[in-house]
């Protein structure tokens, strides 16, 4: 079966999907039949079909697993959504022992509505919570039941976006993830102290993405400061400010078998000097990742790094696949080189980072610090420069590009 997670199974997909096989059916008596007796051309459910279709799917699916898709975003300008959702659940209730994904967007109110009941072969959740909590600041608690957490218990791959609701006893439910992903987190969704419990009480995850520049940066001060294996993680992707991620980086243990690593991340504060304190925040995580980076780096034909418009960096392998990638931004190119060069000195001669290049427009040479930062990573193999006719330093630049030769 097609991994529910797939593009295939995104709302916008849905209709397309069920109108092609309507078409199929069209062709003849035979492909008519053919369809009809195929349970794995059934095997989806969507609230954006008419009711007719949704019935003739769950009667052909016969026995198969299938996955569950509600998403109002798909229904008519105008239509009555309640009255449609709930004879949706009329119809698919009867069948949750079948049910093994489940794609939903609803307000959080309707979310026992889906859950009153064990779904016992349910393994994968999408959940994406419309609307706002009325209070983002002090954002309302997702609800528990004993039910929905029996249901959680048993859930292999998760993708929630709990926008401004805070989630964090549902992460204390899981335990047998090996995907999870959160999503637009807004302020106080979730603390880092319980997003890396969950880690703890998961140790079969093979996948974890993050993208929450909200999320809740703990204090310090934890009480278990052992870090959280993840022995069998192969994907690791963050997005959030420094503190949050120097915060969750710092106290986790990424396995060296780690396929993919993608780390985007801001500075936090609003002036540079306030910036610069930022520093070491950005080196305790490099060290904590740096037997990674090394591997990496080495099975992807060496890196290069990026200097990009607004203070952006983009440090990336050259490998078409897996790898690793830093993109950073709110620190000036200087400061961003300073700390690139800080950590390749730290780096044992030995394996170090061989076949590593820089890229950048002329315009981000005109600065002597930046040359001067540059000019410290001497591990450099290649040098991509777009010079300009009118670039003040254009001397300075060539000067500088003529000591790195040998």
Request: charged content about 20%.
């Amino acid at each position: 079966m097609t991994d529910p997670m797939h593009e295939k199974w995104q709302y916008r997909e849905c209709w397309r999907y069920m109108v092609g096989l309507y078409k199929l059916r069209c062709v003849s008596a035979f492909w008519r039949d053919l369809i009809d007796t195929t349970p794995s051309f059934w095997t989806l459910i969507s609230l954006s079909w008419p009711q007719e279709v949704v019935k003739a799917a769950l009667t052909r699916s016969a026995s198969s697993p299938i996955i569950i898709q509600h998403f109002p975003l798909e229904l008519p300008a105008g239509a009555d959504w309640s009255a449609l959702s709930r004879e949706f659940l009329r119809l698919v209730h009867p069948h949750r022992s079948r049910w093994i994904a489940v794609i939903i967007a609803i307000p959080m109110r309707h979310l026992s509505e889906f859950f009153d009941a064990l779904t016992p072969r349910l393994h994968t959740l999408k959940l994406s919570l419309s609307g706002r909590s009325p209070r983002p600041l002090n954002p309302e608690a997702l609800s528990l039941t004993p039910t929905f957490a029996q249901v959680l218990e048993n859930l292999e791959h998760v993708h929630l976006t709990p926008r401004s609701y805070q989630f964090d006893m549902v992460l204390g439910a899981f335990t047998r993830l090996k995907s999870l992903a959160l999503v637009d987190l807004g302020p106080r969704c979730a603390a880092i102290d319980q997003i890396i419990q969950m880690m703890r009480n998961n140790p079969s995850l093979e996948i974890f993405l993050l993208i929450g520049p909200d999320a809740t940066a703990d204090s310090n001060v934890h009480e278990n400061t052992t870090r959280a294996a993840l022995p069998r993680l192969r994907v690791f992707r963050v997005e959030s400010n420094i503190i949050c991620l120097h915060n969750l980086i710092t106290r986790i243990e990424l396995p060296l078998s780690i396929d993919e690593l993608i780390v985007i991340a801001t500075a936090t504060g609003g002036s540079w000097h306030r910036r610069e304190a930022n520093f070491p925040l950005w080196l305790d995580v490099m060290r904590s990742l740096s037997p990674i980076i090394q591997k990496l780096h080495g099975e992807n034909d060496g890196s290069k790094v990026f200097l990009e418009d607004g203070g952006r960096c983009k440090w990336t392998t050259n490998g078409l696949a897996g790898g690793f990638k830093f993109q950073i931004s709110g620190l000036n190119h200087p400061l961003t080189l300073e700390w690139i060069a800080t950590f390749l000195e730290e780096q044992d001669r030995a394996s170090g980072l061989p076949n590593l290049g820089f890229a950048s427009d002329s315009a981000f040479i005109a600065d002597d610090s930046t040359l001067i930062w540059l000019n410290a990573i001497d591990t450099l193999e290649t040098i991509e420069i777009s010079i300009g006719d009118k670039n003040p330093n254009i001397d300075e630049f060539l000067g500088f590009l003529s000591g790195q030769i040998e």
